[in-house]
């Protein structure tokens, strides 16, 4: 039997004690804490006297009361005798060991161990994390009103700050409610108002006053009233009057430092000063500065990279120890969803002693650039604290009535260009015509600033001057132009593109600007779909006359990785820390096992890049991707670099997968129907997340992407993936292997998006795989064993309310019964320094 001594898993010490399954626990040595061994074991009265005994005192000494005074164990007991629940005695209700066993049989016998925590699958832990998460939405339900801040949401009547002044904001109002609910409650209370708005989907409403009286009278009445499970707060309006005459605060060089000093007195200097609070190392004010209006707020620093008052090998330690609890969680869930009378994989039996987790994890990779590594940016478009138009990151989550955006200011994971662009276009905005986009509203022109950098493959990086490394930028600028006259709209874009020439050629070294493109998008929110109308602006040259015109000047940029070249178009998704995934991939690769005789699926490719990184080291690469354009840069890739074994199919995942093993793969099972078992593969890259992604400044990881709703076939370049298998055949008859010469091992990378991936997919083969809860989701469905027959899910409703992994035990029920996968081992990779996103690869094999 394997063993996994604890000393190799390098995991460091839990924070905050929070870490449940103990990976310090002295239970390392399988010999001597055997896990349920099929045959019985002959029985030691003096073990069962005092087991016995150890029993005794357990159910003496339970009771909410006893849990922090529990007995130390006799000391003829391993300390972790019975804190573990047994699996066997769980499933059948029996377990041959009977009173000997080590394991406790049912939660009476349980006791606490060494740590202070209980067996994370026993309900005394689903109990103590109930009442932590309770705790945890308190305290953030608190904070609420300390960050309340909103952008211009009360109609302005013309009386400026007065305006403001005589409204409040209503925080923890029901979701569902809208206006007529919050007028009809505040008619309820007698409440006598100016105007009351409320938009289905936030959790504030927004209340006028006539007079002072009647907002005090409002505000006595209203504070604290409970509705539902909730408690009403009152809060302050933000943002107050803007001086247009101000100037950006910003400076040109996008260096912090100089944008504080640059700052103008009375205007974004408390907002930068948060920013500053976290340069010595304290992070345990939350970085909350006041913006002088008495409120409290985050700054854009302390919202977009959280980790950045941390050294760097604290946040690698931090990181790998989140991985590790998001590991964990596959065991208890794979256990959870093993079906009765079907025994435990081995990997689950063995966890015990590796501290819970499901294999070894290896470790962390840093990313080769810990600062301004970003090659793309999202800026949202919208108003300040202080009203002003602002080109940055918003503060916080429109539900909850943030949508002030404040300047990407001493965000160290933001590029030094990105920053210069951002300056330039919100120079831009202050004497625009046209109005900034209103989320509240859902009206404006200006929404959001993408910039997107490439590099020139084979240049050494220069580390010290980061600028000089980039050679191509591409801008994409999101608008709203639907309601806005065509000749206005043009002039604009015109205006738009001179300035942006003339602030890339004043900067000092003047800046790349390869393509400038207009993505026109009506939607809610700023994620637009991949066929959204695209526009590319001519450039004009210095002296003012435009480059070339439209049809000549193409709207990609390039980058490289492992000294091939990627070309990029607007909407593809390109890993966003270049040096990073170059890593992140060849780990992939070196774990798959790859060689002349594997075909592997690059499932999710994008633009190709894993496939086409790894297409030497085999027979054949299949890449698939659902977003045309992206899949129209793989070919390209290809090309561009002469590599000829590959093969991209436009398509979802789950509609093609299926058919594309069974054409690649019949002729194997024809010969040997075993062929493929044993030497299937999964590697899964997958990025862990915070759950508020409302807070991340865009795509880490994703295209952010809606899989569901984005490109039909029929607007694929290529085939959809259901040819038929001569033209599959014709179609790799390259130098790589074709189905003439079988492939004798099948290795699926999957880099899916931030949802996962459809589980129709997981049933096919194996896979390596990349996002650490979407991915333990996914490796729930894909290692728990199959039942003896498989339940139809008819009922589904509630899975809205359910966690990734209990969806992922409910879907793993109904999955086509096939040999489970095991995960064999995992490794974080640090794609994303300052920020709590990581990626993991796992290895999964059957
Ligand atoms: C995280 S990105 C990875 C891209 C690529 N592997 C890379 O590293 O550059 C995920 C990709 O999956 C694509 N995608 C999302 N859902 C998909 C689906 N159901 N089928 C195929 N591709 C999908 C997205 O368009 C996006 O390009």
Redo the contacts with the bound molecule.
């Keep these: 039997m394997a063993s996994f001594p604890t000393e190799t898993l390098n995991l460091p010490p839990p924070i905050n004690g929070q870490d449940s399954t103990s990976h310090n626990e002295p239970l390392q040595n399988a010999d001597d804490e055997q896990i349920q061994p099929s045959i019985p074991q002959s029985t030691d009265d003096v073990t069962t006297t005092a087991a016995e005994k150890r029993k005794r005192e357990d159910v003496a000494t339970e009771g909410p009361q006893s849990e922090s005074a529990e007995p130390s164990p006799s000391p003829s007991l391993h300390p972790l005798h019975k804190t573990s629940l047994c699996s066997y005695f769980r499933k059948v209700g029996t377990c041959c060991h009977g009173r000997t066993c080590r394991y406790a049989h049912g939660e009476e016998e349980l006791r606490i161990r060494p740590d202070n925590t209980w067996d994370p699958t026993s309900e005394r832990a689903k109990k103590a994390r109930k009442l932590e998460d309770g705790d945890k939405c308190e305290a953030k339900e608190d904070a609420v009103e300390e960050v309340m801040m909103t952008e211009a949401v009360v109609d302005g009547d013309g009386d400026g700050d007065q305006d403001v002044e005589l409204s409040k904001c209503l925080v923890h109002l029901p979701r569902k409610w809208h206006s007529d609910n919050l007028k009809k409650f505040l008619a309820d209370h007698g409440i006598l108002y100016k105007s009351a708005k409320k938009k289905k989907g936030m959790t504030v409403g927004f209340v006028k006053f006539e007079s002072v009286e009647q907002l005090k009278n409002a505000v006595e009445e209203l504070e604290g009233i409970s509705i539902g499970n909730k408690t009403l707060k009152v809060a302050n309006v933000v943002p107050r009057s803007f001086d247009k005459n101000i100037k950006s605060p910003m400076t040109l060089s996008g260096n912090a430092k100089q944008a504080s000093e640059s700052a103008v007195p009375g205007e974004l200097a408390e907002a930068h000063a948060s920013s500053n609070g976290h340069e010595d190392g304290n992070g345990n004010d939350e970085g909350l500065a006041g913006d002088g209006s008495g409120l409290k707020v985050k700054s854009a620093r302390d919202v977009v990279t959280p980790l950045a008052h941390m050294s760097y090998s604290d946040q690698l330690e931090h990181k790998k120890n989140s991985i590790a609890q998001m590991l964990k969680k596959l065991t208890r869930n794979a256990r959870k969803a093993c079906p009765n009378g079907v025994s435990l994989p081995e990997w689950i039996m063995k966890s015990r002693e590796i501290g819970g987790l499901p294999c070894k994890l290896e470790g962390i990779l840093g990313s080769p650039l810990v600062n301004g590594y970003r090659n793309k940016c999202e800026f949202s478009v919208g108003y300040s604290l202080q009203a002003k138009p602002t080109v940055g990151f918003m503060l916080g989550n429109f539900r909850e009535g943030v949508t002030a955006v404040e300047e990407p200011v001493d965000c160290p994971n933001v590029s030094e260009i990105a920053c210069k662009y951002a300056s330039i276009f919100q120079e831009f905005l202050q004497q625009s015509d046209l109005p900034v986009w209103n989320r509240f509203k859902n009206s404006g022109f200006w929404r959001q600033l993408t910039v997107r950098e490439g590099r020139t493959p084979g240049k050494p990086l220069d580390v010290e001057n980061l600028e000089v490394n980039i050679s191509e930028v591409m801008l994409i600028v999101q608008v709203s132009s639907a309601t806005f006259d065509d000749a206005v709209v043009n002039s604009e874009f015109e205006r738009l593109a001179k300035a942006f020439a003339a602030g890339a050629t004043a900067s000092s070294p003047s800046l790349p600007l390869t393509a400038l493109v207009i993505q026109d998008h009506q939607g809610v929110s700023n994620v637009a779909p991949?066929d959204a109308p695209l526009r590319l602006l001519s450039i004009p040259k210095a002296d003012g006359e435009p480059e070339e015109s439209n049809d000549v000047v193409e709207a990609r940029i390039h980058d490289s990785i492992s000294n091939l070249r990627f070309c990029i178009s607007p909407t593809?998704?390109?890993?966003v820390n270049t040096l990073a995934?170059e890593k992140?991939?060849s780990l992939g690769g070196d774990w798959a096992d790859l060689g002349p005789d594997t075909l592997l699926f690059?499932?999710?490719?994008?633009?190709?890049?894993?496939?086409l990184t790894l297409a030497h080291r085999v027979g054949m690469v299949i890449g698939?991707?659902?977003?045309a354009s992206?899949v129209s840069d793989a070919h390209r890739n290809a090309e561009i670099n002469g590599i000829k074994n590959c093969r991209f199919v436009c398509?979802?995942?789950?509609?093609v997968m299926g058919s594309l093993l069974k054409d690649y793969l019949n002729p194997l099972w024809e010969e040997d129907e075993h062929a493929s078992e044993g030497s299937n593969k999964e590697i899964t890259?997958a990025?862990e997340k915070d759950s508020s992604r409302d807070n991340v400044p865009e795509n880490e990881?994703?295209?952010g992407?809606d899989?569901?709703n984005?490109i039909a076939d029929s607007n694929c370049p290529e085939g959809s993936g259901k040819e038929p298998q001569s033209q599959l055949q014709k179609d790799c008859t390259s130098e790589g292997n074709s189905l003439a010469q079988p492939f004798k091992n099948v290795v699926a990378?999957v880099?899916?998006?931030?949802?996962g991936?459809?589980p129709t997919?997981l049933g096919g083969c194996s896979y390596i795989s990349?996002?650490p809860e979407t991915l333990v989701a996914n490796a729930i469905e894909l290692c728990t064993p199959s039942p003896d027959k498989i339940e139809k899910n008819k009922d589904n409703r509630g899975w809205r309310n359910m966690s990734s992994a209990g969806l992922a035990r409910h879907r793993a029920k109904s999955m086509p019964i096939s040999k489970p996968f095991q995960p064999v081992k995992a490794m974080a990779v640090d794609l994303f320094p300052h920020t709590s996103h990581c990626e993991m690869v796992m290895l999964l094999e059957r």
Aim: charged share 20%.
């Design positions: 991949a593809a998704f390109f890993q995934a992140l991939y690059d499932v999710c490719c994008g633009t190709g890049t894993i496939g698939i991707e659902m977003n992206a398509a979802k995942a789950e509609d890259i990025e990881g994703c295209s992407q899989p569901e984005d990378i880099d899916p998006p931030r949802g991936l459809h997919i990349c996002n």
